[in-house]
Each structure stands twice: as C-alpha cells, then as structure tokens.
C-alpha cells in the first residue's frame, strides 16, 4: 500500500503562485511513476503533469511553462510549482502513484484562483 497526502491548496489571485506537495509513505520501495491530476468543477479529470521514476517529465501542452513538476526522492515528496495562474486553473488537484497493476491517489487539495 502507499499513502499520498497533498498540501499546499488554497485561495490565491490571478497571476499568483502555489506550490503543491505529495508526500508518500507506505511501500514506496516499488518505482512507481507520479503525477499530477486536476478536476475542475463540472469537468473531467485531466492528467496535469507526470514524473517518472527515472525523473522524465512530461505534461499537458497547454500548462508548460507555468506548471513544473519535481520530486525529492529523499524526502519522499513530490511537487507541482504553479506560477501565473488564472481563474481557470481552479481545481481540485490529485496525487498520484502508479506502477501497474497498482494506481494510488490523494484525497486532494483545493486550488482555488480569484479574478
């Protein structure tokens, strides 16, 4: 089993930044890929941006260059720096561990961004 908690949600104005993280505990010996996930009111959820266990990076197209996706194997922590965001990118955004058949996530964390 692995546990994902994320933290660092909340209410911010337009072009401001967040800093999310992911901490993992539990089995975290498998390699698993992580990533980040965002559902937006009344829409699916969508893949925002995805690490994997040898550090490749890769993510929504449109989100380049404003979202960046870290992690810090020592700390067991993964991270999503949001910079210049906009009303749009309010969401609640996910955790996520995967290394088949095994697929994990987070309870979530509120982004919320005011106009």
């Known amino acids: 089993q692995v546990q994902l908690v994320e933290s660092g949600g909340g209410l911010v104005q337009a072009g401001g930044s967040l800093r999310l993280s992911c901490a993992v505990s539990?089995?975290?010996?498998?390699?698993?890929?992580m990533a980040w996930f965002r559902r937006a009111p009344g829409k699916e959820r969508e893949m925002v941006a995805y690490?994997?266990?040898?550090?490749?990076?890769n993510g929504k197209n449109t989100l380049k260059g404003r979202f960046t996706i870290s992690k810090d194997t020592a700390k067991n922590r993964i991270y999503l720096q949001m910079n210049s965001l906009i009303p749009e990118d309010t969401a609640v955004y996910y955790c996520?561990?995967?290394?088949?058949?095994?697929?994990?996530w987070g309870q979530g964390t509120q982004v919320t961004v005011s106009s």
């Open positions: 539990g089995r975290t010996s498998r390699s698993y890929g």
């Open positions: 690490i994997t266990s040898g550090g490749s990076i």
């Open positions: 996520n561990a995967k290394a088949s058949p095994y697929d994990y």
